[in-house]
């Protein structure tokens, strides 16, 4: 009996891979709910190479179907013996530019090389000649056959140009020079996109009428004194891989003086976002769905008895976050039902830890798949899963407490700003305040010093003695007359904060100085460190959430003790602004998508200001400057 357990176990987790007789090709098993796009990914190819060895696959693939897949790996240049020239088959996002620093000859060289071969541009699967270093004349080459088999992409519901051309591992530019009705519109469901192939004669298209989008411009821009990657990128309100992209010199950094192109969006200054309220433009009739995923693991609180269940309440302290998340959001849900929102909202027990959870199962067996929306789960890797699950349908998938990410999905969106952009606001305060920035950092904490180092070039450093202490005439000789001061303090040593307070009260006199922390620290709880130590410096430090004293802060707290007896905590308020802000989005006129380019938003406690990632997604970037007054409260810094 237990042999044939074995053999089942083993026929069930097998793996589905087997080698084709080719050398080139893999055949591959297709599993229950794998896609295209997932198998694709799994051999580091694009959906088009799998579309044009298996064109019944554009239809949709079914459980055991065979599909035939390209061995990328056993791939490699060729050599031909003309001229000691090498054939290279174009990939994914390669250019002329790269590839003529990866055989380290001239751009004009290969383009000579296939004159008639790039009359047509340079695509996926095309065959170039690279010449030898210092031979440029055209080589004779056969034209590459074009593929027979027709690829095209119908528009589903939500798809944008981008989500469509990373799915087939184009550029956008290629999608619309295949596809040039197209440039400047928005894409109508259940269009037809040429993507290879032989294109159809017969083939009719919608006609379309162009909608004006103003595309993006670029400026020429000389860098500045002290100007880094970070800060140029966030004047112009681009991406530092945007203006990569645009100057791939940048890589080898940043030189004052040297000439730069810059993406301008409409004008020479870019307007950035301003806070609205939504309430204010809600559209009746409003109907979406959305579901909330929280980590309730309700199969460990059933083993429970009543006696042990009391005992997890009171221990479990992730289980009391995401029940303390769970009643801000049903006040939330509530608010909006108030105001007359026709909103069905679906809570859902993720059952997750750091490292398993049942979302696949969830999105399956409740159609998440026609949602409007997603806030949860919790765990990052979770919220990753889900949003990779909703990714070819584009639903957005909000991450409402994770700090820390990497992957990036078109349809995800962090409603938590990451620890870097934290940091940075701090920064681009203290700039914005025209203000000369100082760092004291504790010899010991290396990895913030070449933090600083490597991404605020313009930060000057104060210098420790070789006892270890700190060099305070040297850091007296740092300070400007007449400019704010912004001091920045990196130690937990009590000692060293100590004598940093004390030498720079000592200086308030002649100089403009305020004392600014870069994120927690518990140091400065320790009694020996007084309030008014550090309100007398006016400490400043970037802040997740502001204080916020008005009426309707006022409103929500008396609502939600009346209705749990207890006052809300951060848990709590995070719950109601998360999900209160994800359906005021919903009930606008424009997609939520769209909410999200052009609307910050400020809630109980947080702020949504949300940038569109190069890779796809969105962060939010609201962060909050706050500083200790001398009247011992905290204010919001302008």
């Known amino acids: ?154 528009v589903q519901p939500k798809e944008t140009k981008y989500a469509i051309a990373k799915q087939y591992g184009i550029t956008i530019e290629q999608l619309e020079k295949q596809n040039p009705e197209i440039v400047n519109i928005e894409l109508p469901i259940g269009y037809k996109l040429y993507i290879s192939g032989e294109k159809s004669v017969v083939e009719t298209k919608p006609i379309v009428t162009p909608v004006s989008v103003p595309k993006p411009l670029e400026s020429l821009y000389i860098i500045k004194p002290k100007e880094t990657l970070y800060s140029i990128s966030n004047q112009f309100e681009v991406t530092q891989e945007e203006l990569v992209a645009l100057n791939p010199e940048l890589k080898d950094g940043v030189i004052e003086g040297m000439s730069i192109k810059v993406p301008i969006k409409s004008s020479a200054l870019v307007v950035k976002k301003e806070y609205k309220d939504l309430t204010k433009s809600i559209r009746s009739g409003t109907n979406k769905k959305l579901a909330i995923l929280l980590p309730f693991n309700l199969t460990k609180l059933d083993q429970d008895t009543i006696n042990s269940t009391k005992a997890r309440l009171k221990k479990d302290k992730f289980l009391n976050m995401t029940l303390d998340f769970y009643s801000g959001s049903l006040m939330a849900i509530d608010s909006v039902r108030k105001m007359g929102l026709n909103v069905d909202v679906t809570i859902l027990d993720s059952n997750e830890t750091k490292s398993t959870s049942n979302v696949t199962s969830l999105v399956q067996d409740n159609n998440l798949k026609t949602f409007d929306a997603i806030i949860g789960p919790f765990y990052q890797n979770n919220v990753e899963k889900t949003a990779s699950l909703l990714s070819e349908n584009n639903v957005p998938v909000i991450s409402p407490l994770s700090k820390d990410y990497d992957k990036k999905f078109p349809n995800l969106v962090q409603a938590t700003p990451s620890s870097d952009d934290i940091k940075n606001a701090m920064f681009d305060f203290m700039r914005a305040k025209s203000g000369n920035i100082i760092a004291i950092v504790d010899p010991k904490k290396a990895a913030i010093k070449q933090y600083i180092s490597e991404n605020h070039k313009d930060v000057i450093f104060a210098e420790f003695t070789e006892k270890g202490s700190l060099d305070i005439e040297k850091l007296k000789s740092l300070l400007i007359k007449d400019k704010t001061n912004f001091v920045i303090m990196e130690t937990e040593k009590t000692n060293l904060i100590l004598s940093i307070t004390n030498t720079l009260s000592g200086l308030l006199s002649s100089y403009d100085v305020k004392l600014v922390i870069l994120g927690e620290n518990d140091a400065l709880d320790y009694e020996e460190i007084s309030m008014t130590r550090l309100t007398k410096l006016k400490m400043h430090y970037p802040s997740l959430t502001r204080v916020n004293d008005s009426d309707e802060a006022t409103i929500f707290e008396n609502t939600f003790k009346k209705k749990n007896r207890i006052l809300p905590n951060q848990f709590a308020t995070r719950g109601f602004d998360v999900t209160f802000d994800v359906l005021l989005r919903l009930a606008q006129e424009k997609s939520i998508t769209e909410t999200l380019n052009d609307s910050a938003t400020e809630q109980i406690e947080n702020r949504f200001y949300y940038k569109q990632n190069p890779d796809g997604g969105y962060t939010n970037k609201g962060v909050y400057i706050l500083f200790y007054d001398t009247d011992l409260t905290i204010k919001e810094a302008k």
């Open 1 to 154: 009996m237990k042999y044939l357990i074995y053999i089942a176990c083993f026929l069930f987790f097998g793996t589905n891979i087997s080698l084709a007789q080719s050398t080139n090709l893999i055949k591959h098993k297709v599993q229950k709910g794998e896609t295209i796009p997932e198998i694709a990914k799994k051999y580091n190819v694009t959906p088009l190479d799998i579309y044009k060895l298996n064109p019944d696959a554009q239809q949709g693939v079914s459980e055991n179907t065979v599909l035939l897949i390209p061995n990328k790996t056993k791939q490699k240049t060729e050599t031909i013996s003309t001229n000691n020239a090498k054939k290279h088959t174009v990939l994914a996002k390669e250019t002329l530019y790269s590839l003529s620093k990866l055989y380290n000859v001239s751009i004009s060289d290969i383009e000579k090389a296939n004159v008639e071969v790039l009359k047509e541009g340079m695509k996926i699967g095309t065959i170039l000649v690279i010449p030898a270093k210092g031979k440029s004349n055209p080589i004779e080459t056969p034209k590459p056959n074009a593929s027979k088999t027709s690829v095209y992409h119908q």
